[in-house]
Nanobody, 129 residues
Framework: QLQLVESGGGLVQPGGSLRLSCATS????????VGWFRQAPGKEREAVSCMSAKGDNSHYTDSVQGRFSISRDNAENMVYLQMNSLKPEDTATYYC??????????????????????WGQGTQVTVSS
């Protein structure tokens, strides 16, 4: 399993932006698909976005399509989630996750919390005026 550490959460006004970061020290990080998930109080954890091990395929849940962007830097063992045009309904704890998946080229079918085996501790994002 990977050790994952998220950062970058905080309080932001509606319409604002945040960039979440996720760091791991695993040397074979390039073999892992990665994802961002979120959980709001009283709600189930949901997938936000996932990216293939090579970084050449990504998937977004409909509610963030066009506003959020996932990226990764395999040389630096980092994953990012750029969040723009934030809305109050984006308020949640955001989790970075990873799963060994070196041969999966399309991540849409993988992008659910049950598929991922390594999780960070979460970072809080609050969108409020």
């Amino acid at each position: 399993q990977l050790q994952l550490v998220e950062s970058g959460g905080g309080l932001v006004q509606p319409g604002g932006s945040l960039r979440l970061s996720c760091a791991t020290s695993k040397n074979s990080f390039e073999l892992y698909a990665v994802g961002w998930f979120r959980q709001a109080p009283g709600k189930e954890r949901e997938a936000v976005s996932c990216m293939s091990a090579k970084g050449d395929n990504s998937h977004y849940t409909d509610s963030v399509q066009g506003r959020f962007s996932i990226s990764r830097d395999n040389a630096e063992n980092m994953v990012y989630l750029q969040m723009n045009s934030l809305k109050p309904e984006d308020t949640a704890t955001y989790y970075c996750a990873a799963v060994p998946a070196p041969f999966i080229s399309r991540v849409q079918g993988l992008c659910n919390s049950a598929a991922f085996t390594s999780w960070g501790q979460g970072t809080q994002v609050t969108v409020s005026s």
